[in-house]
């Protein structure tokens, strides 16, 4: 999420990345032309933090964790939380 503020005549973009803050100039004294820049970087941001999909098999993975739990907690607690985990 980016912010969009005024300093003097000039409007700055505001944003976060990688938990440090990034302040921009946007070299604009337009309020539209700064909102339409802080929609542009917002979308770069958008697509910076997307992250590929893991090519780990979901259903070994599942198994594996309701194992764990079956082994970790009793019955009644394991069937109440993960009851599709239970195979008859």
Known sequence: MACVYRRRK???VS???NGEQVK???HTSNER???AEKKRVEYEL???DLQMASQLPLVPVLEAFC???E???TFRSFKNDF???IRP
């Open 10 to 12: 000039q409007y700055w």
């Open 15 to 17: 944003y976060y990345v």
């Open 24 to 26: 921009e100039s946007l």
């Open 33 to 35: 032309a700064a909102l």
């Open 46 to 48: 958008s697509l910076d």
């Open 67 to 69: 194992k764990h739990l």
């Open 71 to 73: 082994s970790t907690q």
């Open 83 to 85: 009851w599709l985990c």
